[in-house]
């Protein structure tokens, strides 16, 4: 199986689903913040291994007590996952701490506050020039 083939990508479709669901409700560890998802997930070929990019809404503190909690439950979550997903082969889950979403977020403030910098320009501009 390729990498980027139908299969592939319907396989990484659904563990990421089913991975979402394990996070928010089956897993009762108090380390794992509320606000956590995954993001993406990236299942080999082979089916041996698995790639979980995971974004946590919280300080560093709290994304590391839930990465340290999702570590810690990987066994459990490889079994339900065996169990929900018929597989040759259930992956052994590596866990990956996603932050594209909060350097998203930080650079549309960044733009945010650059063009209502420029607005402001532009009008006190504007008030000067009619004077």
């Known amino acids: 199986m390729r990498k980027n083939s139908i299969k592939n990508t319907r396989i990484n479709a659904e563990v990421q689903h089913e991975l979402a669901n394990l996070i928010r409700g089956g897993i009762k560890d108090p380390r794992i913040h509320p606000m956590t998802s995954v993001t993406s997930v990236e299942v080999a070929p082979d089916l041996k291994t698995c790639r979980a990019y995971i974004s946590v809404l919280g300080d560093e503190e709290e994304k590391r007590n839930t990465l340290q909690g999702l570590k810690n439950a990987e066994g459990y979550i490889r079994r339900q996952l065996a169990k929900t997903i018929n597989l040759r ?14 350097y998203g977020v930080a650079m549309s403030k960044l733009i945010d506050e650059v063009s209502k910098k420029e607005d402001a320009q532009e009008v006190q501009e504007d008030g000067e020039d009619n004077q």
Do not use: M, V
Request: proline fraction near 7%.
């Open 89 to 102: 082969n259930t992956p052994e889950i590596r866990f990956i701490l996603d932050e594209s979403i909060e």
